[in-house]
């Protein structure tokens, strides 16, 4: 095979080292003998360019690129086309960055310390706002385009498959593009991309930091693509037990496959990853590197609610006493705007220490009525898991306070499951009892068959935890099952539940 090494493109750039090749193109390590400085030369290949929407799509690479100028994106110095005018080859000079790729360092590193990852995150997210605000979606995010200098700053290139949202025609409708790894559910699927879909991307590039492994594997890129659509993302705190709640409750709305509950933008996901590196950083005590430096950069929010990075220094402190007291987790920070999060932590003070509240998504909550019956109000289910005191769901309304039936209920999901200890219970009713159910897969539908006690309720309190006896078992469904409305009622309510875990 010709090597290039050593050619001069247009009288000026020296390939002197081959550092990467792809389908399109092979980037090189060079010299810009005018100025006298290093450069990357991206360059492609001659046969390539005979094509001719290949050869627009790596112009319009250079365009996009060149709009950018963010110091977490590889900056575009240049581009240029090089021999013969009927048949050139063209190139794009790049910003040349010493280091390696994040794919390399988690090779190399394994699991990367979490706020080390956070701020990795952090910074990609702010170069993919960046892009989105210029209407550019990258379409490839993953680690292997994902720079890392010497200095531990993190820079995105290979806008090579980007494109804006209002140029049509390069790309053929259904046509997957991207790293199958870390495809959106949408892009799998051929459906329109967004600046959303870079924002899954990125959600599974910090699961890969957090985890060392990217979450889906299959026999081919087809069938990662569809667990990607079809499949639950595994639990990042299964595979490491120390990242906290709220960085989980993050990465689970940043890889949602409903665009509805999704971060709507890069912006927002960046946003709520400064507020966890914030705490986790509290947390671990002394952080240098990259972590330090982003702290540092912590931006005024855009957004219209007050985060809390912007009351860090108070507000550190009194995190700490309460870490000591309470033993209260990170989660507590990121309690608030949970139908916006499409993942809920609620904000529950545990009334034991070493315990933490289990983060469920917005629509974990279902109602149970196998007796029969068009079901206990089921639109409502989502009201006894909202956080808001106002909302609840309740049973439907029983003549003279008789159930004529065993009982009713509601359950939870809390994929892929929990060994609870606790369950927090508020009502606007007061006084009904039953008894709270587990189950370790279904939810199973035939009565209570499949289904295993955990506690007995009794005249129950307004709020009140409960001791849940799950004696170290993960269940996956909890269900409150209510057998006796109360006194002079006609219903019963809840209108809060949560499950809380030991640490």
Do not use: C
Not at 228 to 253: C, I, K, Q, T
Not at 315 to 324: H, N, Q, S
């Amino acid at each position: 095979m010709t090597t290039l090494v050593g050619t001069l493109l247009s009288d000026r750039y020296r390939l002197d080292a081959e550092i990467g090749a792809g389908g399109m193109s092979t980037v090189y390590r060079a010299f810009d003998t005018v100025l006298e400085r290093p450069v990357a030369i991206k360059l492609m290949h001659r046969e390539t360019a005979r094509d001719g929407d290949q050869l627009e799509r790596f112009r319009r690479e250079a365009r996009h690129v060149a709009q950018l100028n963010h110091p977490h994106v590889v900056q575009v110095i240049d581009a240029g086309e090089d021999g013969d005018p009927a048949h050139p080859r063209p190139y794009i000079v790049l910003e040349y960055v010493e280091g390696e790729t994040l794919k390399q360092r988690i090779r190399r590193m394994g699991r990367l310390p979490v706020t080390e990852a956070l701020a990795y995150a952090i910074e990609v997210a702010r170069a993919l706002s960046a892009a989105h605000e210029r209407g550019i979606v990258h379409r490839d995010v993953k680690p292997q385009n994902v720079l890392v200098d010497g200095e531990g700053t993190a820079k995105v290139t290979d806008f090579g498959i980007a494109r804006t949202l209002t140029e049509e025609g390069l790309t053929a409708d259904g046509r997957v593009l991207g790293t199958t790894d870390y495809v959106s559910p949408e892009q799998a699927l051929g459906h329109a991309v967004t600046g959303q879909s870079d924002v899954y991307s990125l959600g599974i590039v910090l699961y890969e930091m957090l985890t060392g492994e990217v979450p889906f594997r299959g026999e081919n890129q087809i069938a990662v693509a569809m667990k990607h659509v079809r499949d639950e993302l595994p639990d990042v705190r299964a595979r490491r037990p120390e990242v906290s709640a709220s960085l989980g409750a993050v990465l689970d709305r940043a890889t949602d496959k409903d665009l509805a509950r999704r971060y709507p933008d890069a912006a927002s996901f960046a946003a709520d990853l400064e507020d966890v590196l914030a705490v986790e950083s509290s947390r671990a005590g002394q952080v240098t590197g990259e972590a330090t430096t982003v702290i540092r950069s912590l931006p005024r929010p855009k957004r219209a609610r007050v985060p809390l990075r912007a009351r860090v220094p108070r507000l550190l402190v009194a995190l700490a006493l309460v870490l000591a007291a309470a033993g209260v987790g990170a989660a507590l920070w990121l309690a608030r705007d949970n139908t916006e999060r499409g993942v809920r932590v609620p904000d529950v003070t545990p009334s034991v220490p070493n315990v933490e509240v289990v983060p469920l998504k917005t629509k974990a909550a279902s109602d149970f009525d196998p007796e029969g019956g068009d079901g206990e109000h089921s639109d409502e289910a989502i009201a006894a898991i909202d956080d808001d005191s106002k909302s609840a769901w309740s049973t439907e309304r029983y003549e003279a306070g008789q159930l004529n039936k065993s009982g009713v209920g509601l359950y939870v999901d809390a994929s892929p499951g929990v060994a609870a200890t606790q369950m927090e219970l508020r009502t606007t009713t007061p006084g009904w009892s039953g008894e709270v159910y587990a189950a370790e897969s279904g939810p199973p539908e035939d009565g209570l068959e499949g289904w295993t006690k955990v506690a007995t309720l009794t005249d129950v309190k307004r709020s009140q935890q409960v001791p849940l006896d799950t004696a170290g078992t993960r269940f996956r469904y909890y269900l409150v099952w209510i057998t006796q409305l109360p006194p002079d009622s006609e219903n019963a309510t809840i209108s809060d539940l949560a499950l809380l875990s030991e640490k």
